[in-house]
DNA sequence: AAGGAACTCACATGAAGGTGCGATTGTCTA
DNA sequence: TAGACAATCGCACCTTCATGTGAGTTCCTT
């Protein structure tokens, strides 16, 4: 099996050779390129000269890793992008993971788990630390909530919605051909059946619960 | 350190013998429930015994391993859900992902491995295959729509932030630190960034398109 | 036929919000 | 050094909202 192209971009010069003799000691890889930045890799990022695999690290001067993402992405869509990080800050990985990274990968690890993470990514997989994984779940299942039953009716839900819409009881009352007297009933039923008692506490309700 | 409190829920007695006594060797967790399916586990979830986490099993006689997920997160709200599988059906996995389980572990992995598994999960992580891990990711990238920059401050992202909680600008004010008249100038300018002139049309703003 | 639930409309009042028109203070950067 | 921008604070005026209290209709279930 011939070795996997990678590139890495890291702005520490030592690190970054250290890194890619490791990796290329253990006969799996080869680094045909290595950049200080982001932007010196995006110059380089023409196609036909596409590696299997991207090692990037998050805190580069000049564009953050994080920014280069969906950059590299646009320019390399069938490298593998593999995040790099001292897995400090749990945000900025979620945000990484949010613009497209297929790995995560702690610099403190040793060499040889980045060996195989790396085979793992180009075999398919993904892998990450668990706690990053609870973070993604978490993320996950506010994205998928079960939806609870607050028992609204459908005049209700419909109202809802369009207070979700930004309008005011008035546009609401226009919209659904009801006078504005009604409109304001029926806020009043739904603000009791959720629990809150403003337009905006409805309206966070009813998004962060999916309920329209 | 008092060993964590565990119920097995798994139809194969043998099996779930075999594993409840693993565990229990390990001298970390202790099998205060062990039920033959969903239905029994649920009969049994009240409220004050609650164990540390739940082991269960996808292919349940009965109701399903997946349709019993919500129902016990709704009667154990603290306890960390884990779901065993042979890995065979990633669609189940993602399912389970969907319905708010903790963590996945195979059923083949040797009990050293599940307790550690246990551990990682009850110390707030989520082991989880990396090639589960890459489906997530797949899906997550497809959920989550590009956040488009509004040019938001750090400080008016903090107030749109309070807006999202549903607090009025009174208490935003107070919890800020700021003054009223502070508060206001800052929406105002949150308006006009996010193009909208209410409250409520901000916040519906702010969770659509997860500014916050 | 009785009861309940959903839907409709109305008036009034105090609280909260939206906006026009100011101002001063820092901290960058061209 | 001048200018841009963020952040801070102030007043005034009108709009919109929240809420208490009422009532009439239709439709479905018991």
Redesign the pocket.
Known sequence: MTPAALWLIEDNGLFRATLARGLERTGRFVCTGSFRTAEAALAAAVPGAAPAAVLLDVGLPGMDGIEALPRLRERLPSSALIVLTVFEDEDKIMRAICSGAQGYLLKTAPVSEIAAAIDDVLGGGSPMNSRIARRVLELFSRLVPPRKDY?L????TEILQQMVEGR???EIASHVG??V??V?????NI?EKLQV???NGAVAKALRERLV
């Not at 009716?153 to 209700?156: D, I, K």
């Open positions: 028992g009716t459908a005049r209700e005011i009881k008035k009801l006078s007297h009604t304001n009933t029926h806020m009043r603000y008692n403003t337009v």
